[in-house]
């Protein structure tokens, strides 16, 4: 800690920029991810960046998962895909409610 609380003075907290999801939250709660990247900094914690990025590789991979959702989008996509062949094909037909064909609501 420096001789004068520059961060203090000035009233920023510039430690609180390198973490996402440990800033304070509305209404107080942590954030979705906040467990993934707490994982994740204290594998890497006294590590060093190079040994961090090899031996924390699949901390990363989760938090990175959780703040993305790109594995979830692949699946997705692959799920979807494979039922517009099926549709195609003539082996499945979705429901009334899935092609919005359904009786309107009261």
Known sequence: ???WG??????????????????PQPYGQAGA??????????????LGQT??????????EDFM????RTKMAQRLRIILEQRDKMIKEGKYTPPDYHMGKEEPRP
């Open 51 to 60: 040994r961090a990025r090899r031996e924390c590789q699949l901390e990363y």
């Open 1 to 3: 800690m420096p001789f």
């Open 33 to 46: 991810c906040h467990a993934f990247e707490r994982e994740w900094v204290e594998c890497g914690h006294g």
């Open 6 to 23: 520059l961060q203090k003075q000035l009233g920023i907290d510039v430690d609180s920029w390198l973490l996402r999801q440990s800033m």
């Open 65 to 68: 998962e959780c703040m993305n």
